[in-house]
């Protein structure tokens, strides 16, 4: 096991009713902005119990945060923050609210000429206005960390940061929010959840028993509630259950003292970047190429990951990775996902795109764990998911 | 699953070499009590290694405090902490020392007559000292938690109290001090992190799919570890193992949502206060007769720790039940324990006392999840130990 330092100080209320209990987090002398997105909070009721919780709170609205959250539309919102005195942000919403709303955070405070800068030279967050959420989508875990990935759209790029002064100060997590939510979006939930498991999971052993059953925990869990609530949306229980396994896939508790990869990710961003494929789609698509090109390099661990997750018991070594790899692509496509770029009518243009991209940005030449997943060997695993 | 509340900002730093970044965690101006107990840091090296990362730092020390550290020892140490103003606490030790140090933190502050009705009375922990740990003997996960065990030795009790002020605000766990513990305190801390799992696991089903994998992970890894960890405590990755299962087992998370049971711990307690049995050692030997007792109120539970634990599969349900506890038992004896009661001269005399506290005392007249384990099963299940 690797050194490491662990430190999470969300603060998680979880269940049935909890939104009542947002007036207490929340300091009483705070002007608050509240964050959200396209309006689904206002034809599910989370808007209304919202309003009626904070309504002796001094409190400002801006609505409008897209899916991939946008640097052009998060300015507006700093602007708002500046015009406002705001001292205190509430995202309402999934984790493109959230993630949007910690770029306000910061970029609020930020000191240098443009908080862009924080994505793509790392400057670093000095400052942050204090944050909440209330979770209205189980998916990226944004709840439970100080991490957010923001795209700009004028050069069509996605990219990722973070610090510990982004951690949200509380989140409120109800699983009633569930119920209400499309297929599809569900469905995604289900496969981030599991793919950022696999991130922290699927690299080289390191004698760290308890992260990897934690790790391994989530997925069998996943594989096993995930078609449930597809199936019973409504069921409170699941919705519960698929609800904390998204937080906990994030919350930062099963890498500890681990390698991580997140290859699947930066490629993954790319699809969304070029083609606005949602993301977890577009982790689902390129997750398979990735285990395949990458299966020297993760072979230890893929043969813990077949006979774990899989029950894959026979056949050589080879073997078990080949079961593996497939088993996942079909539990993909068993939720309800095409996990082939040609199904997007995605093609040979923008892998050399990705590839060239890749060759240019620091950082991004030496991908995966092992710092062995070249701008080449992405163009190779990208052809083999066509 | 049930509703609930998550919050633990405990800073770990955790691994080799991580006391040398003791100087920063604690503010540069703190006045700081060192406490400790009965020396073998002083035969480990770790005295001599905090005395270095803080030779900046006004410091004083307060050594001595016991196993089971007791009510009387620590006011001596309120009393050093008002003398010199203190105002930062430091642990160096195992369970005892930190929730020793827990104890003082909460008495230096207190404001009613006398600290120890926070114990007996539920007086509320209004403010604290801030705290800081380095953990010598990973067992009790008191590192990561609020919460503290203190006996007084005047009247042969030993009493809980915690409070959300009074966790630590970091932690250091350095897997190095394993290597010179004594067999019996790495047998004792296995068996009291798998315990502390048992209070937290078996209870009844509420469809909490996650909390329930990671409490078997902890588990079915100490199952593992342990016997390795006893034969080569030199061993870094095992010794690393050990340390981070017995803080999962008691950091909180993998209750979240569930009921928990404690009887096992209320009884043992008495064991220790009035015979001087170590901590572990009287949870071992009460947990069997707990098991058998409540095999009812526990049936679903204890059939999935069968199977998910034990692999016993075979049998109909008493069978399965019975072959689990069986088997649970058999763990202890491997990692040398003797678990009958009158292995260690205790007799019916005990029995019928702890029968008689348990009746008098508010909130032991009904123990366990259900509330159903009277004093009158507490004795049947104590006579079926001896």
């Not at 269940?15 to 947002?22: D, S, T």
């Given at each position: 096991m690797n050194n490491f330092v662990y430190y999470n100080p969300v603060k998680i209320l979880f269940?049935?009713?909890?939104?009542?209990?947002?007036s207490k987090e929340i300091p009483s002398d705070a002007k608050v902005l509240m964050l959200y997105g396209g309006g689904s909070i206002k034809s599910n009721g989370i808007y209304d119990q919202v309003k009626i919780a904070l309504e002796n709170f001094a409190m400002t609205e801006f609505g409008g945060i897209e899916p991939n959250p946008t640097y052009e539309t998060l300015m507006k919102a700093v602007q708002v923050v500046n015009d406002k005195n705001i001292d205190f942000l509430l995202a309402v919403g999934g984790g493109s609210v959230i993630d949007g709303t910690k770029f306000v955070a910061a970029a609020a405070k930020y000191q240098g000429d443009d908080p862009w800068d924080m994505l793509?030279?790392?400057?670093?967050?000095k400052d942050a206005l204090p944050l909440g959420t209330v979770l209205?989508?189980?998916?990226?875990g944004s709840e439970v960390n100080g991490n957010a990935v923001i795209s700009r759209k004028s050069i069509r790029e996605k990219l990722a940061f973070g610090h510990s002064r982004l951690f949200p100060v509380f989140s409120v997590l109800d699983p009633h929010v569930v119920a209400s939510l499309p297929e599809r979006q569900i469905r995604n939930g289900i496969v981030d959840a599991y793919i950022h498991v696999i991130e922290q999971y699927l690299t080289y052993p390191v004698h760290a028993e308890l992260q990897d059953r934690w790790a391994e925990s989530i997925l069998k869990s996943l594989i096993k509630v995930g078609p449930e609530v597809l199936k019973a949306p409504d069921n409170y229980h699941n919705a519960a259950n698929l609800m904390w396994l998204a937080s906990m896939a994030l919350g930062g508790i099963i890498k500890v003292g681990c390698p991580e990869d997140w290859s699947t990710h930066m490629i993954g961003h790319e699809l969304t970047a070029m083609h606005g494929v949602d993301h977890a789609l577009s982790l689902a698509i390129v997750l398979p190429g990735v285990m395949e090109e990458m299966r020297e390099e993760k072979r230890e661990k893929l043969l813990q990951y077949a006979d774990r997750i899989w029950g894959i018991q026979s056949g050589d070594n080879g073997q078990r990775i080949d079961e593996a790899i497939k088993q996942t692509n079909y539990f993909f496509q068993r939720l309800g996902?095409?996990?082939?770029?040609s199904d997007h009518n995605i093609g040979k243009d923008t892998i050399s795109e990705i590839q060239k991209r890749f060759k240019s940005r620091p950082g991004f030449d030496a991908l995966s764990e092992t710092g062995t997943l070249t701008p080449d060997r992405v163009k190779a695993l990208l052809e083999s998911r066509l």
């Open positions: 269940g049935a009713g909890q939104i009542e209990k947002l793509t030279k790392g400057a670093e967050v209205t989508l189980p998916a990226t996902m095409k996990t082939r770029l």
